[in-house]
């Protein structure tokens, strides 16, 4: 066991699997000599090679078409896209090629590529560096997008997805990569993508979560709990496949829900869970399903960021509404 | 300056002055007066003074995120010097000079910096789009203003930057073929300051030049050395001269180098060495036009101390206004979304409101 931070697990993570597996390429801007901007491929170069390990020219296109090329003749590419905000430079190749080689060649070709971009906000970075636009890549069709909130669930989850034969896009919280630091295993393991973590048990109300909003979620559920509400934390985890019986099951018991994510609110990862929890626990519910999500606009530059990001405060304060409706 | 007779494959830029600010021509006419010299020369001193001060602003955690243009002035000043009130700019990262010259306050700089969204209002300049962040987005949009310039009949010209690795991108490559096969007088200056980021150009590209992209869209393109304000300045007018003349866009590949970190987040220490960086500090562009201007006989360096103390002063005066300058707040978000508020907006900030009010938070403007 090793105490480490969310960077230290999914390098931890890319080693692993850049070992176990020699097709494994790794590449994206200053992935390469600098270990990303973030330093999550540190080391990396050095270990395993310029071959294998490399930087790009900036072009969020050129990476995402070449890694389809790339699968076509077996090797198994793990992108990286500096920001999710500049991943749309690459939205066509991945919406309409990596999506949809498999069907397209029916099942022929795949293009199981791993497109790792950190997202989120609260590092107050200047604009298009702080957005949660997740629901964009779990619209479409073909693909599978994991968020973790922990250095344990980022290695495990980002291995599953390397030894998976589908295309996912793995978002990374870059809000959690150095804020929290975790005891986890160094040995290889893996975490099924599509299966929600029960954070923790309670009987009162469901509070729902993922990725970057996870670290409110876990304070405001410590907070409720001191004031005698029991909460029942899920971490989705997956933003699709989404673990429906998991939230399904946990909503039937409390009789409330209130999800929580950072991204814009409309036809957003809100909507889907509470349509699922309609879907399954509708003739359980004592109050209306509720979503606290980020506002239809852009996400704010540095300034506006406190309105925009949900304070633990503001999740208590909905939770004890819901209970007490 | 005959822009269309450079061969843009020419590795050699067309150069005035050497490092030590003489002219390396044997036949060179003075193209700029000198008191337009002496100019140049205040405002790169005054852009090299406001960079420092912005970098030591965000080390005392007054500012956010900022990118650094040490080295790069006499680019950024020579293209604000050579557009009418007419022209268009539409910027890219690092030309921080060519924007203040084109009417952008420091206090508004400042604000930008300090993730304030008002900053892009600009509100002194005209005809200058905003900064967008996401990499050569701007190229396009400076394509399309040349079809309006031209379709409005006007005698203006667009001027527009972007960095050596921008020129990877797909936007870069589309936006040059739409301006030169609708011929608009588009002026796309590459600063290749030999880095974007950590990667180092030979890396971005296996072409000769930058300058070369030209010859497969079908325009001139030359290579200059962006750190000699002269050859910068003859080159930019050149291609503006072509351009208004309605002759097509020009492509200009300004070689420069980076002096600092990529943003005050970055650490240049992890991908390139000292010696590289020592190499370039000869060249530096302030010192290049400093030395000419003494050689001249037109300029006292012993001046110098007195004038940046007052540069300073006029620099950290806006830097408190922007500090001043009252926060954002919960309208500023949603205000500038639509032309009128959509009801789910609406509802959204009314909801956030309740809380605010409930929970007996100081009510927003
Ligand atoms: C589309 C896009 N991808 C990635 C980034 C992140 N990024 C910001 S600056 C930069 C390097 C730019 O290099 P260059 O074009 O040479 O300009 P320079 O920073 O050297 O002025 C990168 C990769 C971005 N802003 N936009
Ligand atoms: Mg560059």
Not at chain 2, 207 to 236: C, F, Q
């Amino acid at each position: 066991m090793k105490n480490m931070t969310m960077v230290q697990a999914i390098n931890n993570a890319l080693e692993i699997v850049l070992t176990e597996n020699e097709k494994v390429v790794l590449y994206g801007e200053d992935v390469g000599v600098e270990g990303g901007v973030f330093r999550v491929s540190a080391g990396l170069q050095e270990k395993f090679g310029e071959k294998r390990v490399f930087d790009s020219p900036l072009a969020e296109s050129g990476i995402a078409g070449t890694a389809v090329g790339m699968a076509a003749t077996g090797l198994k590419p793990i992108i990286e896209m500096q920001f999710s905000g500049f991943s749309y430079h690459a939205f066509h190749q991945i919406i309409n090629q990596v999506s949809r080689i498999r069907n397209r060649s029916r099942g022929r070709h795949t293009a199981p590529i791993v497109i790792r971009m950190p997202y989120g906000g609260g590092i107050k970075a200047p604009e298009h560096h702080s957005e949660s636009m997740e629901v964009l890549y779990a619209a479409i069709p073909g693909l599978k997008v994991v968020i973790p909130s922990t250095p344990h669930d980022a290695k495990g989850l980002l291995i599953d997805a390397v030894r998976g034969e589908d295309p996912v896009v793995f978002m990374e919280p870059k809000r959690l990569y150095r804020s929290v630091k975790q005891e986890i295993q160094e040995e290889e393991y893996s975490i099924p993508i599509g299966k929600a973590s029960v954070v923790q048990e309670g009987s009162d109300i469901t509070l729902i979560s993922y990725g970057a909003s996870m670290k409110e979620a876990r304070k405001a559920s410590d907070t409720a709990q001191k004031k005698g509400i029991s909460v029942e934390l899920i971490d989705i985890r997956s933003i699709y496949p989404l673990d429906r019986s998991t939230i399904g099951e946990s909503v039937r018991k409390t009789g409330r829900v209130l999800v929580v994510h950072e991204g814009p609110e409309s036809y957003g990862p809100g909507a889907e869970v509470l349509t699922t929890v309609i879907d399954e626990a509708f003739l359980y519910l004592e109050a209306p399903p509720r979503r606290l999500s980020g506002f239809d606009t852009i996400a704010p530059y540095p300034q506006g960021e406190e309105w925009y990001i949900h304070t633990p405060e503001r999740i208590v304060y909905e939770l004890q509404r819901l209970v007490e409706y | 300056m005959d822009i269309a007779a450079y061969d843009p494959l020419n590795e050699t830029p067309y150069q005035i002055l050497d490092a030590q600010g003489k002219v390396i021509l044997d036949h060179w006419e003075q193209s700029l007066s000198d008191s337009e010299l002496i100019e140049a020369f205040k405002n790169m001193l005054f852009v090299r003074q406001f960079d420092t001060m912005a970098i030591s602003y965000q080390r005392q955690g007054r500012m956010y995120t900022y990118p650094p243009n040490l080295g790069q002035e006499a680019l950024s000043v020579a293209s604000g010097s050579v557009l009418q009130k007419t022209d268009w700019m539409v910027p890219s990262v690092r030309e921080m000079g060519a924007w203040y010259m084109k009417g952008v306050s420091l206090k508004e700089l400042f604000l930008y910096y300090r993730g304030h969204e008002i900053a892009q209002r600009f509100e002194q300049a005209n005809r200058i789009m905003p900064i967008t962040v996401p990499i050569a987005s701007q190229i396009p949009h400076a394509a399309g203003v040349g079809y309006g310039i031209k379709f409005h009949g006007e005698k203006a010209v667009v001027l527009t930057f972007i960095g050596d690795g921008g020129t990877s991108e797909g936007d870069f490559h589309e936006a040059l073929n739409f301006a030169a096969v609708w011929k608009v007088p588009l002026i796309t200056v590459i600063q290749n300051n030999h880095y974007a980021i950590s990667l180092p150009v030979h890396k971005q590209t296996a072409s000769k030049t930058l300058a070369a992209k030209s010859l497969s869209y079908g325009m001139p393109g030359i290579r200059v050395d962006g750190n000699d304000y002269i050859a910068m300045h003859e080159v930019l007018s050149g291609s503006i001269d072509y351009a208004r003349q309605g002759n097509g866009p020009v492509l200009i590949e300004a070689l420069t180098y980076r002096r600092g970190a990529h943003t005050t987040s970055d650490d240049p220490k992890k991908y390139r060495t000292q010696e590289e960086e020592q190499e370039w500090e000869p060249k530096d562009p302030v010192n290049r036009l400093r030395s000419f201007l003494v050689h001249k006989n037109i300029w006292n360096p012993d001046e110098e101390a007195e004038l940046i103390e007052g540069y300073r002063k006029e620099i950290d005066t806006q830097f408190l206004e922007a500090e001043q300058y009252p926060p954002h707040s919960l309208d500023d978000v949603f205000a500038y979304m639509f032309s009128e508020l959509p009801p789910e907006l609406e509802a959204q900030k009314q909801e956030y409101q309740d809380y605010l009010n409930a929970t007996a938070q100081e009510p927003q403007k």
